[in-house]
């Protein structure tokens, strides 16, 4: 599944984020990769336990908490504290696929580390694409490869199973922030069967009403919600 989620953020919040970052610390982004997606890895990144980062990381959180499309497409259990990269010119990501749990850190949870299991990714673009060449974001499923640019303030949440990469930044520089998702409907097809469903409801719903029937078939996605969710 492969959902764009408009304005998650307003031009105006792109832009206070992009201030804070401008005047942060980067470093290597090997700090959070895999044994193997470290090799193919070559971007910049704010230390996840930087206070900068956590600020504008709440500020995200709360957005996405706001933001109904997120919420039907995603499901959301847990989300890994939002991370901020930067490609500059020459930078890219070769293809890998996340790993497949995320530990939050002490310092940022407060206590016991907390296990987030990814279940979706996403990438929240922070640079206009007229602002940088290259550093697309390619996501391969079975249907084959889809290149994304999106808007400064829209995400991208796509499937954690995917293989994916970003293309050589030649122009510019792409800064974004990341993160994942565990959702509530662990099993893939299942959560993309509720989210259409949703949206079917949803645009049922704008058209006729709470007539009777729609409001059974609201009640069976909850039903359905109450028999696949882990909570
Ligand atoms: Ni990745």
Do not use: C
């Not at 949803?202 to 909850?222: C, F, M």
């Amino acid at each position: 599944m492969l959902v764009h989620v408009p304005q998650v953020l307003s031009p105006e919040q792109v832009a206070h984020v992009r201030g804070v970052l401008a005047d942060t610390n980067w470093v290597d982004g090997k700090v959070t990769a895999g044994a193997q997606s470290a090799g193919a890895k070559h971007n910049l990144q704010v230390p996840e336990d930087a206070p900068a980062a956590r600020a504008l990381g709440d500020i995200i959180l709360s957005a996405l908490g706001r933001n109904p499309l997120f919420n039907a497409a995603a499901l959301p259990l847990r989300v890994f504290p939002p991370l901020f990269n930067r490609y500059d010119a020459g930078m890219e990501f070769g293809a890998h696929i996340d790993n497949s749990i995320r530990f939050v850190k002490p310092s940022i949870a407060s206590g016991a580390p907390i296990r987030v299991r990814t279940d979706m990714s996403a990438t929240l673009f922070l640079t206009d694409p007229d602002d940088y060449d290259g550093g697309e974001l390619v996501i391969e499923d079975t249907y084959g490869s889809h290149g994304v640019k999106l808007p400064a303030g829209d995400m991208l949440l796509y499937s954690a199973t995917s293989r994916h990469h970003v293309t050589k930044v030649t122009r510019g520089s792409r800064w974004s922030s990341f993160f994942w998702v565990q959702s509530m409907i662990r099993d893939e097809a299942a959560r993309t069967t509720l989210f259409e469903m949703d949206t079917a409801i949803q645009g049922l719903r704008s058209r006729h009403g709470d007539e009777s029937e729609i409001v059974s078939l609201t009640g069976l996605y909850h039903n359905l919600v109450r028999r696949w969710a882990d909570v």
